[in-house]
């Protein structure tokens, strides 16, 4: 069987780390593609001498050319811009979804048959532009936000209860961004819901109230402290995780941004929700019953989705 093909479109720091865990973890040979001159090269080369020390052994490559993603069995996009003191949000979309036209329409001509994780934000709109300009099927399009929005509210649970972050599982809904929605009666330590642990005197509904709050400006908590540029680490690691649930068809159930066509009462939009990720790409949508507030607060998100589509098209009205 041939090795399988990682491509990795924009190799900036998320891209970078991208590169170095799928070659670590061996999901294939690495292809890192950027409009940057050198930088893409120069980081396939230094990740291809780790090699020979860590003891992996895949095929990394840097490059300009859409040609060199020829035929890769996953895709994952980071390419873009990041806001910048003085831009506004419509500044932002106007020139992502310009890279997005560019990566969809290379995607589109070199690697139709791949499942492709959208990274680039603003997420929700992006990937869903990117689904547009690309023409592949919608199960094969998905964005990665949840999973890196569940690990946050797991990690800061599992503080706060001192339990280890391995029994504690989360659930984060809806758009990615102030109105993501983290749902406390599904998360639980070792199944035991968090409502419950309130109860059980581990902590209150005020800490936890915290944490929730926490959760939903995490991002904007790391960009503060690093100053130059937002999270990596853990954004990169939930992707992969995405990746190889898609590559060895493991049908884990993940929250991921997926294209909705009615479940939650919402159609032709991308939101957060749980999916079953194997090797059909999106095998399943998961429609958990929420509770009033929660699906109040998921549909604000989706109402902020939607007006992010509307700008969208105003830009770009061939979408
Ligand atoms: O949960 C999530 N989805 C996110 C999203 C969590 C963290 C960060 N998130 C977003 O990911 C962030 O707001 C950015 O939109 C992306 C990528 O973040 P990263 O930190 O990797 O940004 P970099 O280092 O600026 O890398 C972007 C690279 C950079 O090297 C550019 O040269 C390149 O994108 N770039 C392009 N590559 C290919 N094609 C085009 N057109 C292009 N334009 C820029």
Same mark, same amino acid.
Request: hydrophobic residues 45%; proline residues 4%; aromatic residues 6%.
């Given at each position: 069987?041939?090795?399988?093909?990682?491509?990795?479109?924009?190799?900036?720091?998320?891209?970078?780390?991208?590169?170095?865990?799928?070659?670590?973890?061996?999901?294939?040979?690495?292809?890192?593609?950027?409009?940057?001159?050198?930088? %893409?090269?120069?980081?396939?080369?230094?990740?291809?001498?780790?090699?020979?020390?860590?003891?992996?052994?895949?095929?990394?490559?840097?490059?300009?050319?859409?040609?060199?993603?020829?035929? !890769?069995?996953?895709?994952?996009?980071?390419?873009?811009?990041?806001?910048?003191?003085?831009?506004? =949000?419509?500044?932002?979309?106007?020139?992502?979804?310009?890279?997005?036209? !560019?990566?969809? /329409?290379?995607?589109?001509?070199?690697? %139709?048959?791949? +499942?492709?994780?959208?990274?680039?934000?603003?997420?929700?709109?992006?990937?869903?532009?990117? =689904?547009?300009?690309?023409?592949?099927?919608?199960?094969?399009?998905?964005?990665?936000?949840?999973?890196?929005?569940?690990?946050? +509210? =797991?990690?800061?649970?599992?503080?706060?209860?001192?339990?280890?972050?391995?029994?504690?599982?989360?659930?984060?809904?809806?758009?990615?961004?102030?109105?993501?929605?983290?749902?406390? /009666? #599904?998360?639980?330590?070792?199944?035991?819901?968090? %409502?419950?642990?309130?109860?059980?005197?581990?902590?209150?509904? /005020?800490?936890?109230?915290?944490?929730? !709050?926490?959760? =939903?400006? $995490?991002?904007?908590?790391?960009?503060?402290?690093?100053?130059? $540029?937002? !999270? #990596?680490?853990?954004?990169?690691?939930?992707?992969?995780?995405?990746?190889?649930?898609?590559?060895?068809?493991?049908?884990?159930?993940? %929250?991921?941004?997926?294209?909705?066509?009615?479940?939650? $009462?919402?159609?032709?939009?991308?939101?957060?929700?749980?999916?079953?990720?194997?090797? $059909?790409?999106? /095998?399943?949508?998961?429609?958990?019953?929420?509770?009033?507030?929660?699906?109040?607060? +998921?549909?604000?998100?989706?109402?902020?989705?939607?007006?992010?589509?509307?700008?969208?098209?105003?830009?770009?009205?061939?979408?």
């Amino acid at each position: 069987m041939a090795r399988k093909k990682i491509a990795l479109i924009g190799a900036g720091m998320i891209g970078g780390t991208l590169a170095h865990l799928a070659a670590s973890k061996e999901l294939g040979d690495v292809v890192l593609f950027d409009v940057a001159e050198g930088m %893409p090269e120069g980081k396939a080369l230094d990740l291809a001498q780790a090699g020979p020390v860590e003891g992996f052994d895949v095929k990394l490559k840097g490059t300009n050319s859409y040609k060199d993603i020829k035929g !890769a069995d996953v895709c994952i996009v980071t390419a873009g811009v990041a806001r910048k003191p003085g831009m506004s =949000r419509d500044d932002l979309l106007g020139i992502n979804l310009k890279v997005m036209k !560019a990566v969809g /329409e290379g995607i589109k001509k070199y690697a %139709p048959k791949a +499942f492709v994780i959208c990274i680039t934000n603003p997420l929700d709109a992006m990937v869903w532009a990117l =689904r547009e300009f690309s023409g592949l099927p919608h199960n094969m399009v998905v964005g990665m936000a949840g999973v890196l929005d569940s690990a946050r +509210f =797991r990690h800061f649970l599992a503080e706060e209860f001192n339990v280890s972050v391995r029994d504690v599982t989360a659930f984060v809904l809806g758009g990615h961004g102030d109105t993501m929605v983290p749902v406390i /009666e #599904y998360s639980t330590v070792a199944g035991i819901p968090v %409502p419950d642990l309130i109860k059980m005197g581990w902590s209150t509904k /005020e800490k936890i109230d915290a944490i929730v !709050a926490r959760t =939903r400006s $995490g991002g904007g908590e790391i960009v503060a402290l690093l100053k130059t $540029g937002s !999270a #990596y680490y853990a954004p990169a690691t939930s992707a992969i995780e995405m990746a190889q649930a898609y590559l060895n068809d493991q049908k884990r159930l993940l %929250p991921c941004a997926a294209n909705l066509t009615g479940q939650y $009462g919402v159609k032709n939009l991308y939101v957060g929700v749980p999916v079953v990720i194997g090797a $059909g790409g999106v /095998e399943r949508i998961a429609e958990i019953k929420l509770n009033a507030k929660a699906q109040k607060n +998921f549909n604000v998100s989706v109402d902020a989705v939607k007006e992010l589509l509307v700008a969208c098209k105003k830009i770009d009205p061939s979408l």
